[in-house]
């Protein structure tokens, strides 16, 4: 079965970086988009990053655009998320998410069917 299982988060002080990934098992890695979401207690999750299937598109929120890099090794079966001036506001449990999309070229915000449990990133100011 498909497994997604995230690593890297921490604590880090505002104004910082961090990188987290997602270890993909169980799928062909490379038929998949993917996806990375966040959310702190209290709060809906909402979408952070997505990558196409090639890794050639990326889309962010707004909030994250310009501090934070989605990319993905598809030979590693991993998909990383590379976050620098972290805000105390970017506190979060961070998931990432996979799409089975095998024909298309570009990224998702909503269709993901496969989802890890998260890592706790928290930022202290």
């Known amino acids: 079965q498909v497994q997604l299982v995230e690593s890297g988060g921490g604590l880090v002080q505002a104004g910082g970086s961090l990188s987290v990934s997602c270890a993909a098992s169980g799928l062909t890695f490379s038929q998949y988009r993917m996806g990375w979401f966040r959310q702190a207690p209290g709060k809906e999750r909402e979408f952070v990053a997505a990558l196409s299937r090639s890794g050639g598109i990326t889309d962010y929120a707004d909030s994250v655009k310009g501090r934070f890099t989605i990319s993905r090794n598809n030979s590693k079966n991993t998909v990383y998320l590379q976050m620098n001036s972290l805000t105390p506001e970017d506190s979060a449990a961070y998931y990432c998410?996979?799409?089975?999309?095998?024909?298309?070229?570009?990224?998702?915000?909503?269709?993901?069917?496969?989802w890890g449990r998260g890592t706790q990133v928290t930022v202290s100011s």
């Open positions: 998410a996979a799409d089975y999309a095998p024909t298309s070229a570009i990224t998702t915000r909503v269709r993901y069917g496969y």
